[in-house]
């Protein structure tokens, strides 16, 4: 099939050149090797014209209130998609208590947020807008605002038929362009394709840890390695007030202390890691892991210490090192 020229550029722009043979009219832009495509929601169709209104949104920081703050300022392509750091900083210099996730491959998780507050990418994209933390404004506000500016009229009729701004639309359209950062082609998926050098002697060692002593794969599974489920590992459970995470949505007491499995692909890019960033490195995370996490009245059944030797701890370390994909880089775009 052809694709037209804006979808070719849009794709070599993203940095996604390989693909499997994904044949979804739902999801018509290449999928990166090992990745299937994203679900696509039936109301919310992919097209070219909804990516680059979405690319553009996206990168704007007119819908935060004082027009500091862009989605892309916690969430920076040249960052892995996150802002690595521990904790992120919105308008007025505010600091929130979590650590952004990434955005990279977020089209394959059930759930988002790191408490699993939004059903979708479209309401993810909507929220922070009005969180007075992150971008202090308001849904009318922001709708308001970018009504007024006339070089989105083109783009929201080339998106949805008309030049109308909603709220939706909005949403919409951040969650179309979020659908098109996809990370694969990693050493891990060249192997498993079938090039057999694609790994090291120790990745493959590490591999194997991953399915079995380590039980990492228990709910890092799949090719987005995460279940998209929520787990007390005890991280921060020790503070006076600790962060309740999951429990704070569902009010179910199995969830206190409970935050959703991360995709593994592309962590070089995006420490620190876990929820509040307070771990620096892999090494330490390994560690945390291998000592059973956090003991908490609430810790998640499935931790326990696994009794990783040291040149163990190394070759999972270098198999986690394997699912470093291609980075999906871009520059914002000049904004209307």
């Not at 722009?13 to 090797?33: I, K």
């Not at 998780?109 to 969180?131: K, V």
């Not at 179309?176 to 050098?197: C, H, I, M, Y």
Request: a neutral charge.
């Amino acid at each position: 099939m052809k694709r037209p020229l804006a979808l070719v550029l849009i794709i070599l722009f993203a940095g996604n050149l390989r693909s499997d043979a994904v044949d979804d009219p739902t999801y018509p832009n290449p999928v990166p090797l090992g990745l299937k495509a994203p679900d696509v929601p039936a109301d919310n169709p992919m097209t070219d014209a909804k990516i680059a209104l979405g690319k553009a949104l996206f990168f704007d920081p007119r819908l935060s209130g004082d027009k500091t703050v862009s989605c892309a300022t916690c969430h920076d392509p040249s960052k892995g998609w996150t802002d690595r750091a521990a904790v992120s900083t919105g308008i007025k210099g505010q600091r929130g208590g979590r650590s952004a996730p990434t955005v990279l491959n977020s089209a394959h998780m059930e759930l988002q947020f790191w408490d699993g507050r939004a059903s979708s990418l479209e309401e993810q994209a909507i929220g922070p807008i009005q969180n007075p933390i992150e971008m202090g404004f308001t849904h009318e506000g922001c709708v308001a605002r970018l009504s007024s500016i006339a070089g989105y009229a083109p783009l929201f009729r080339a998106a949805f038929g008309d030049e109308a701004v909603s709220i939706d639309r909005i949403g919409k359209a951040i969650a179309t362009f979020e659908r098109t950062v996809l990370s694969g082609n990693s050493p891990f998926d060249r192997w498993q394709a079938g090039k057999k050098n694609a790994m090291s002697a120790a990745a493959r060692r590490g591999f194997n840890l991953f399915h079995g002593k380590a039980n990492c794969a228990i709910c890092h599974d799949g090719f987005n390695f995460s279940d998209s489920d929520f787990h007390n590992l005890g991280v921060g459970m020790a503070a006076p007030s600790p962060d309740l995470g999951r429990y704070e949505t569902t009010k179910q007491d199995k969830d206190r202390g409970a935050f959703k499995t991360p995709t593994l692909r592309n962590l070089k890019d995006t420490a620190p890691y876990m929820h509040d960033g307070s771990q620096a490195t892999l090494r330490e995370v390994v560690e945390f892991y291998n000592k059973g996490g956090e003991k908490n009245s609430h810790l998640d059944g499935r931790m326990k210490p696994l009794n990783l030797t040291p040149p163990e701890v190394d070759d999972l370390l270098t198999f986690l090192d394997a699912l470093n994909g291609d980075r999906v880089a871009l520059k914002a775009p000049k904004l209307p």
